[in-house]
């Protein structure tokens, strides 16, 4: 039964210096452990980074030095109906441009756990 509050996943970073500009690499080798309402990417490093949620597509770009905040209940359609990703979701990193300094790309999230 879900619970009236929300719950923090656990912080992911990942080093710039390791980016490959052509291949994908997941940030988040477990998944999420619940359907995330909210995903924040913060990107702290001095490279420009592509994002994906499929590790084929390009989804999102987050230039350096910036972040990037889904809220994706807001995008729910009807009143009552909830939008979320999926539980166990992956995220997917490469580089837009090469780090010279580095620095490290965090993702966090929020979900509302099941008791």
């Known amino acids: 039964m879900p619970v009236n509050y929300i719950s923090p ?10 980016l490959d500009p052509v291949n994908y690499q997941v940030i988040n080798n477990y998944g999420f452990e619940g359907a ?3 995903l924040r990417i913060v990107n702290e490093s001095d490279a420009n980074i592509v994002i994906s949620y499929d590790g084929v597509t390009d989804h999102d ?11 994706f ?3 729910s359609q009807g009143n009552g109906n909830v939008s979320l990703i999926k539980k166990w979701s992956h995220v997917y990193v ?3 441009s090469v780090p010279k300094i580095g620095g490290y790309i ?3 999230g929020y979900y509302q756990p099941i008791i």
């Open 9 to 18: 996943v656990e912080r992911i970073y990942f080093d710039s210096l390791t």
């Open 36 to 38: 995330c309402a909210i």
């Open 61 to 71: 770009y987050v230039q350096d030095y910036s972040h990037m905040t889904l809220n």
């Open 73 to 75: 209940q807001l995008n």
């Open 94 to 96: 490469r580089g837009a």
């Open 106 to 108: 965090y993702l966090t």
